[in-house]
């Protein structure tokens, strides 16, 4: 029996005990936690894994802690939000005997299985997305006028291509070596592929994500190979020398040359402004593409590069450097970007050099604009540096001595390792001082900086939207409540009852799918609410009876307000009818206990039913002939049928004696006295029962959509029994069914579905259409503001001899020529992750950084900057577009840069909202 298919009796008894349950999962998951080779791992929701492990009491780790606190049971595995994930979905991955055991207990799904693969460091990791190779064999025999047959084959994005083909050749009859390789595009062979390339990762070679496949030709004995390709910037020619030589049995150690370039920078044709030059998007490379924008439009690195200085300076043998290959991928590119030439060119080469040295930009996956800027910056520091052996250098300390004197070591010191044109033009001078709260001793150094990463002012409350349930039954509020930042749940209950001075205890609750997924805590951070989640907030209705009108102490259950809809769809066939579950209004939330009976949750669902109906409200609800007054007429004429009486006396009088007198006129007297009886006791349930069914329903199975009235809750005065379900989780839910027609007929769909709106809604709305700025100023300000370290980054104190929270305060002391500003847009919760929308007022001409040196005036002439490019960011965070703007230093023209499209642009269009990286100019630079 599964989860779907049991009743939740047969369930709730299959289940080990919660303590069991946390056992045996603690176990799998400790003696099941590496990843090694040809296993399956399993993707699951971790919203859902995360409340498991609360009610289990365990720990991320899978370790069993009993200090933790009580959690819900979300119910069955419920993956479907998986099937459209993105990169930054919220899953995790268990293990396979894991994921048996939760199937085997909660079922739920559906199942998403990834397979693990090797990586460079011979280390097994977890596939994230089912990357799929599609892979065509041209044996000797086949003929050569057909479409290629091509096999679908595993591929992991971080696995190199030559295991991928081998282990695809091992599934078939031994083929003839040497071989030729190609990669195809729309069925048709587009570029002949290298030995060397075997080593490299599969999405370096073939770019799936545009449609790649691969070509394996087999030579024939009298043709040789016969495939002839068209590479889109070369000529088709004979390839004959250029052969796999083996790719199944043995090491490949032959190399061959190439006529074609496997990694070029394609371009057209087209000529263009030097500079005014796109960069084609090889697939999610838009990052990069606004990145390399801003940097080769650098003064003095444009030069540098275009001339070929560069070349002069490589230094191949920096054990911290890329052996000169990033230096020389970027100086080609540069060349072929201000040669005039090309309107726009691809980057296949650069791509493949910056991949091959840093596997996080390698692939197609969206990154950071800055953190490739970054690396970028380093990488080509190390490939240019002047000085070929580093001598040994010490931390250079303050001593007392005066600040200029110490930081004119420091950076001469600095000197001594770090020589180069990113030296020169980029990297500026930090004072950084720290001081011990206990005895106020002060560490001062002197720190190089290649780049700004300014934070942007925070906001010291947090605006939570959320929709009010009262107990009356009254019109829901929509509205924003505004609190501190730090609060609580509780501040926020106690903030909503100043709003609504007439309400009760309240619920804050998390929904999902249309439930109730929890009920938050009052000692819980509002920081567990992020933007994304929908909150209603109930006001407590209790039917418990021991008096807790707080709801503590009771059980929280949820009741789902469900109909039916029939579909009807009409064809050449006639017209066919489907009945669909629908929920016709958001749920109810009681809290009940082990008293609570069948007639108070009844009572109560009739009491929404009598708000929200379109009846009369001086209606007698007692009396279903009020309700239904046709149904009742005809009821009523059935049971006053003649036939009906006569055979009721047969009845009586069949069943007596033969010697006995029959009093007809009794007997007709007494039975309709006791049917009238019976009558009048339906009644009292028929109010109920005839407009809606209420039943228990268990969190394990999925919504049915069959309401009979043999599961349904009775009418009456028994307690319901909640004991086996609350043993198991402490979710309670409920159904309420509705009759489609009492839902069509009785309930008012416009106040079913009206929700007002708060005042403070509408002042929401107009401050954001209102134009909120901060001035690039500020950011400055609050990054050379002092702060106290956090109790997990504190300084050890020499004095004290302990780990203490320092303040830490930041001063600008040297300023670089160019200037890189970062304005950190993205924040990182422990729950969250966040894009920061807010307009950042920056100036394109003008920066003036004077109030931000007042230590170090003389050692800055020059303050001023003037914007020179800007790297844009559009859309929410891990994903959204890239672009750039960016000034030409030849003719001091602006265009905007978005990929391969360029087009000029006036100066003021580089400010924008959605500006991320800033690139500034000192106004002294020649």
């Known amino acids: 029996m599964t989860v779907l298919e049991g009743d939740v009796d047969a369930l709730l008894e299959e289940l080990p005990s919660q303590e069991q349950q946390a056992i045996e999962i603690s176990q799998l998951a400790s003696t099941n936690s590496t990843v090694a080779a040809n296993q399956v791992w399993y993707i699951v929701d971790a919203r859902w894994l995360r409340s498991l492990r609360g009610y289990l009491k365990l720990t991320e780790n899978w370790l069993i802690d009993q200090n933790l606190p009580d959690s819900d049971l979300p119910g069955v595995m419920d993956n479907s939000a998986l099937l459209e994930a993105t990169e930054n979905t919220d899953f995790e991955f268990v293990s396979s005997p894991v994921h048996e055991k939760l199937s085997s207990w909660y079922g739920g799904g559906p199942v998403i299985a990834r397979r693990t693969y090797k990586e460079q460091n011979h280390k097994f990791n977890i596939d994230t997305r089912p990357y799929l190779l599609k892979i065509a064999v041209l044996r000797k025999e086949d003929p050569i006028n057909v479409p290629f047959k091509f096999q679908p084959c595993d591929a992991p994005k971080k696995l ?9 050749l091992s599934q078939y009859p031994p083929i003839s070596e040497p071989i030729h390789m190609f990669t195809v595009l729309k069925g048709s062979p587009y570029r002949m592929i290298t030995t060397d390339e075997l080593d490299s990762l599969v999405d370096e070679v073939i770019e799936r994500e545009q449609g790649q496949e691969l070509l394996i030709e087999e030579k024939t004995v009298s ?16 390839k004959a020398n250029q052969i796999v030589t083996s ?4 090491p490949i150690k032959s190399k061959f040359s190439s006529s074609i370039s496997m990694f070029n920078n394609n371009g057209d044709n087209i000529s263009s402004e030097p500079g005014a030059c796109g960069l084609g998007n090889l697939g999610n490379t838009c990052f990069m593409n606004s990145a390399l924008q801003c940097l080769t439009k650098t003064p003095g690195i444009t030069q540098y590069f275009t001339c070929g200085d560069y070349i002069e300076e490589i230094n191949r043998d920096n054990p911290l450097g890329m052996g000169g290959k990033v230096a020389e991928a970027f100086g080609n590119l540069m060349k072929d970007m201000f040669s005039g030439n090309h309107s726009s060119i691809t980057p296949r080469e650069f791509k493949h050099v910056i991949g091959k040295f840093a596997p996080q930009f390698s692939g197609y996956a969206q990154q950071d604009s800055q953190e490739l800027i970054a690396y970028l910056l380093d990488g080509l520091h190390e490939d240019l540096n002047r000085i070929k052996k580093k001598p040994f250098t010490e931390a250079v300390e303050s001593k007392g001595r005066p600040d200029h004197i110490v930081a004119d070591e420091a950076w001469a010191v600095h000197k001594m390792r770090n020589d180069s044109i990113i030296v020169d033009t980029f990297q500026g001078q930090l004072k950084s001082e720290l001081v011990c709260p206990k005895c106020e001793n002060t560490s001062i150094t002197f720190d190089p900086f290649m780049y700004l990463s300014l934070p942007l002012p925070s906001e010291k409350t947090k605006s939570i939207k959320l929709t009010m349930y009262f107990a009356s039954h009254k019109t829901p509020i929509q509205l924003i409540a505004t609190i501190p930042k730090l609060s609580s749940i509780g501040d926020l209950k106690k903030h909503l009852q100043t709003l609504f001075p007439e309400v009760g205890p309240l619920h804050v609750a998390d929904m999902w799918n249309n439930k109730v997924f929890k009920i938050y805590e009052d000692n819980q951070d509002v920081t567990n609410i992020s933007d994304s989640c929908t909150i209603h907030v109930y006001e407590v209705v209790s039917l418990a009876t021991n008096d807790q009108p707080t709801g503590k102490g009771g059980y929280n259950v949820s009741i789902k307000l469900v109909s039916t809809r029939t579909d009807e769809k009409k064809s050449g066939y006639g017209t066919t009818s489907t009945s669909k579950e629908m929920m016709f209004h958001e749920p109810l939330v009681v809290t009940m206990d082990s008293n609570t009976t069948n007639k108070q949750v009844y009572d109560e669902c009739l009491r929404f039913i009598k708000a929200k109906s379109n009846l009369n409200p001086n209606i007698d609800w007692d009396h ?4 239904f007054p046709e149904e009742a007429k005809k009821r009523k004429d059935a049971s006053r049928s003649p036939k009906t009486k006569s055979a009721r006396i047969e009845d009586v009088m069949r069943d007596g004696s033969e010697d006995e007198e029959v009093d007809q006129e009794n007997i007709t007297t007494g039975q309709e006295e006791e049917e009238q009886q019976q009558q009048q006791e ?21 919504s049915s959509t069959n309401h009979d009235d043999d599961n349904a809750l009775p009418y009456n005065e028994d307690t319901i029994n909640i004991a086996p379900y609350r043993s198991y989780h402490s979710k309670l839910e409920m159904t309420l069914y509705m ?34 700025s901060i001035t690039l100023d500020s950011c400055l ?7 106290e370290l956090s109790t997990n980054d504190t300084w050890y104190c020499p004095k004290c001899k302990e780990h203490v929270q320092a303040s830490k305060k930041f001063d600008l002391w040297k300023l670089p020529q160019i200037l890189v500003v970062h304005l950190k847009r993205f924040q990182f919760t422990r729950i969250s992750r966040d894009k920061l929308e807010t307009s950042i007022d920056y100036p394109i001409q003008g920066l003036d950084l004077t109030n931000h040196l007042q230590h170090n005036l003389e050692g800055n002439p020059n303050r001023v900057y003037d914007l020179f490019a800007v790297s844009n960011h559009y859309g929410g965070l891990g994903g959204g577009h890239y672009t750039a703007h960016a000034k030409i230093d030849s003719n001091q023209k602006w265009y905007k840069f ?10 003021q269009k580089a400010k924008s909202d959605s500006g991320y990286v800033l690139f500034y100019r000192a106004r002294h630079v020649e």
């Open 781 to 787: 300000e609050q990054f050379t503001t002092r702060e």
């Open 160 to 168: 190199k291509l030559g295991p991928v083909i081998r282990d695809f």
């Open 898 to 907: 978005d990929d391969s499209h360029v087009s000029p642009v006036l100066d």
């Open 739 to 772: 009759r489609p027609e009492v839902l069509e007929n009785v309930m008012d769909s416009e106040m079913l579905h009206k929700v007002d709106v708060h005042e403070s809604i509408k002042k929401s709305e107009q401050e954001s259409n209102e134009p909120t």
């Open 223 to 238: 043709d040789g190979y016969r495939i002839q390709y068209q590479n889109s910037d070369a000529p088709v020619q004979n």
């Open 247 to 250: 790719v199944i049995d043995k």
């Open 682 to 702: 339906e009644e009292k349930v028929q109010p109920r029962l005839h407009l809606f069914t209420l039943k228990m329903e268990s969190s394990y199975s999925y």
């Open 624 to 627: 279903p002939e009020n309700i």
